[in-house]
C-alpha cells in the first residue's frame, strides 16, 4: 500500500498482450502509477513464434514501442502474492507494494504427458523456447520433422517450415483445425497438400511416444523424425496456485463477470490466465487485449468509486498463416463458433498480415493516447449470458474490497 494516499499504486503482473493493454489504459489517470512486471525486458510479440523458428521473421519487439512513458517496467518474475499485505515478492529478492494489481501471467507450453515428449521434442509456446528450437534446425536443413498438435500454431510452424522444402508431418492427434468450419478445414488441407506436409488425422494420429528420432503413435506406427515439435495445448503459470488463490483445474486465475478474483476484490485478472465465471475465453491475442481493457476499466472504476462494468466479449473468427504466400482467415459468430465463410490464398494472407500487425499497432495507439481502444464494448451477444444463467452463476458484484 503506498505512503502517498493521493496516489494509487497498480502492479501489472505479465508483460503479454492483456498485460500491455491494461499497463497502457491505466495511465488515464494522473493519480495512478502503474508498475508492469516482466520477467525479460522485450515484448514477445507470440503470434510470430512461427516466424521465428522458421527464420522468415522475428518475434520480439522493443517495450518502447508498445508500453507508454508513464508505465514503469520491471525486469523480473513474481514468487508469490501477498494479499494480506498487498505485495508481491520478486524470484531475485525484493517486493513491490500495490494498492490493485492485474494478473496477466499469459500461457505457455503445456506439461506434456506423453512419454518422451518433456526430453525428446521442442516447444515452442514462447521466445526462450523457439529460439532453443532455431539453431537445431538450422543445424540439419534436410532433418525431417514431425510436429504435433493441429491448432493453429501447430498448422503455422508446419506450413512455414515446408515452405522451405523440408519434409514435414503434421500429427493432429484428432481432426485438423478443431476451430475451423469443415469448409476452412479442407481450405488447409489443401494448403498444406500443396506444400508437401504429410498429415495425419483421427484417432489413430495420437502420439503415445517420442523417442529422439522417432514419434510412435496409437495404432503401433513409428514416424521417423530427427526433430519434433510440440505444439500441442497450453498450460498457465502456477502464480495464483503458488499464491493461495481461487483457480480452475488448468491454474487460471477464477474471477466474476467483472474480472475480479472471487478472493480479492483488489485483484483483476486479465488475458489466457483468467478464467472468468469458470468461463474461460479462447487462449489468444484476440481475447487478450479487450480483456486487458476491461480489467484496466475495472481497476479505474473502483479507484473512482463506480461499479465496473462487466464483460462484454465479441470474437470475429480465426486468422493462421499458411506460410508467407497464403493464409485464412475464418470468420466466426461473435460468440466464437465457426461460419461457412473464410477467406483463403493470397487474400487470406494479406488479412493474417493485417491482423498481426494491427496487434502491435492496438497497443502503441494506447500507449500514446491511453483510453482510446474501445473494441472491448463492442457486444459480444446473448451466448455467454445465456450460459451464465444455465449454471446460475449472479450477477457480477465482485469481491468485497478490504480497506
Not at 158 to 176: F, H, M, S, Y
Amino acid at each position: 500500500m503506498t505512503e502517498n494516499t493521493d496516489v494509487t499504486d497498480v502492479i501489472v503482473v505479465g508483460g503479454g498482450y492483456a498485460g500491455v493493454m491494461a499497463a497502457n489504459r491505466l495511465t488515464r489517470r494522473d493519480d495512478v502509477k502503474v508498475t508492469l512486471v516482466n520477467p525479460r525486458p522485450e515484448f514477445v510479440n507470440r503470434v510470430r513464434l512461427h516466424q521465428l523458428v522458421s527464420g522468415s521473421g522475428d518475434a520480439v519487439v522493443d517495450f518502447r514501442e508498445v508500453l507508454g512513458e508513464r508505465v514503469r517496467l520491471v525486469v523480473g518474475s513474481v514468487e508469490r502474492i501477498d494479499t494480506a499485505g498487498r505485495k508481491v515478492t520478486l524470484t531475485g529478492g525484493g517486493a513491490v507494494a500495490y494498492d490493485y494489481l492485474v494478473y496477466a501471467v499469459g500461457s505457455g507450453s503445456a506439461d506434456p504427458r506423453v512419454p518422451g515428449a518433456a526430453e525428446f521434442a521442442y516447444p515452442i509456446a514462447g521466445l526462450e523456447e523457439a529460439r532453443r528450437l532455431r539453431p537445431v534446425l538450422d543445424a540439419a536443413p534436410a532433418a525431417t520433422v514431425t510436429v504435433v498438435g493441429a491448432g493453429p500454431t501447430g498448422i503455422e510452424t508446419a506450413a512455414e517450415l515446408a515452405e522451405t522444402g523440408r519434409a514435414v508431418t503434421l500429427v493432429c492427434g484428432d481432426v485438423l483445425g478443431p476451430y475451423l468450419h469443415p469448409r476452412g478445414r479442407r481450405s488447409v488441407a489443401a494448403r498444406l497438400a500443396g506444400l508437401g506436409v504429410t498429415v495425419l488425422a483421427g484417432p489413430e494420429a495420437k502420439v503415445t511416444a517420442v523417442t529422439r528420432d522417432a514419434v510412435r503413435l496409437g495404432d503401433g506406427r513409428e514416424l521417423p523424425s530427427s526433430v519434433t515439435v510440440w505444439t500441442a495445448g497450453f498450460g498457465v503459470p502456477d502464480l495464483a496456485v503458488r499464491s493461495g488463490l481461487t483457480t480452475d483445474a488448468l491454474g487460471r486465475l477464477v474471477t466474476d463477470e467483472t474480472l475480479t478474483s472471487v478472493d480479492e476484490g483488489r485483484i483483476v485478472a486479465a488475458g489466457d490466465s483468467a478464467a472468468p465465471s469458470g468461463l474461460p475465453l479462447r487462449m489468444s491475442c484476440q481475447a487478450a487485449i479487450p480483456l486487458g481493457a476491461r480489467a484496466a476499466d475495472t481497476v479505474l472504476s473502483r479507484i473512482a468509486g463506480d461499479r465496473p462494468a462487466p464483460l462484454n466479449e465479441m470474437f470475429s473468427g480465426q486468422c493462421i498463416s499458411l506460410g508467407r504466400g497464403a493464409g485464412i482467415f475464418q470468420f466466426a459468430h461473435r460468440h466464437d463458433v465457426a461460419v461457412g465463410f473464410h477467406v483463403g490464398g493470397r487474400p487470406g494472407a494479406r488479412l493474417k498480415e493485417m491482423v498481426c500487425r494491427s496487434v502491435i499497432k492496438q497497443l502503441a495507439g494506447e500507449a500514446q493516447k491511453p483510453g482510446a481502444y474501445r473494441l472491448h464494448r463492442v457486444p459480444g451477444g446473448a451466448k455467454r449470458r445465456k450460459l451464465l444463467q444455465d449454471q446460475g452463476t449472479p450477477a457480477p458484484a465482485g469481491a468485497e474490497i478490504a480497506q
